[in-house]
């Protein structure tokens, strides 16, 4: 079946993969039967491949509501962006809903999965950032016309979702791993490893993601290796990432960084793709 233009990404992602697809695409393996993201976040290959089974996951629960509202009643999720407006008033009243845990516990989540939506187009740099309580942090982005409500691309998604094999989870992604079939090919983009100490974002999630976290990754993929699975997995190109992955083959691209609070620091840097195949 021909993939769908429309199907793109519906949020802009620290990190998003959008720039990087023409570099990726030709060290994809020939034939992809089941596909596996345990870092979705944005989904920009995802997306392009609109793979017929597919497991898809991210630690961040309120992403992965907005994918389970898109799959599950995608006109209710229209309608209430259609209430969002981009004034700086609403803006910081509707980020603040999560502040009072209990309210914010009782809403459906359709009405939380407009939220992140909205705050994503309407705030700075459309970047998905929380304080260490967990809560949404990103400043107001005063953007002249954010495309709040897509409806063609939410639709479009939606349509995916609900013709193919989708499985959505929020959990850690060592546990999607051990459930995979042996036919599954796994991308894997984790939070990178930082090129300098002020350059990378790795506050997606309470914690971070250090360079411990780095190495555990690179022992399940030994793992997954070991299982016959196939994987690729993109990360920033320092020496630390090129040992890890030293058995296997590396190649380096060039990518954009667009999203960064620090606009002298975006701009182009390298980046590796690591795979167990040829
Ligand atoms: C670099 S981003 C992925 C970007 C994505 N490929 C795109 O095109 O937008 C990394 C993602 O990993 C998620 N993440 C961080 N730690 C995780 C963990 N332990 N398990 C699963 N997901 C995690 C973050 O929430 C973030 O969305």
Redesign the pocket.
Known sequence: MKNNKLVA?VLK??????QLLDALRPLLPKEITTYC?????????LFQLQPTTAFI????AE?INVYQAIKDDVENLINALQEFKNEENMFYSVRDWDRNKKEYASLSDIKKAARILYLNKTCYNGLFRVNSAGEFNAPFGNHRNPNIVNAPTLRAVSAYFNSADVRLTS????E?LKELPKDAFV?L????DPVSDTSSFTG??KGG?TRD?QIRLRECCDELNSRGLKFML?NSATDFIKEQYAAYHITIARAKRAINSDSTKRGEINEVAVRNYK
């Open positions: 990404p992602w620290v990190g998003g993969k959008r993201e345990p870092f979705v976040g944005g989904g920009a290959l996951n991210d630690i961040n992403l959990i850690d992604y060592a999607v991308y983009d984790p939070p990178y997606y999630a993601f976290d993109s």
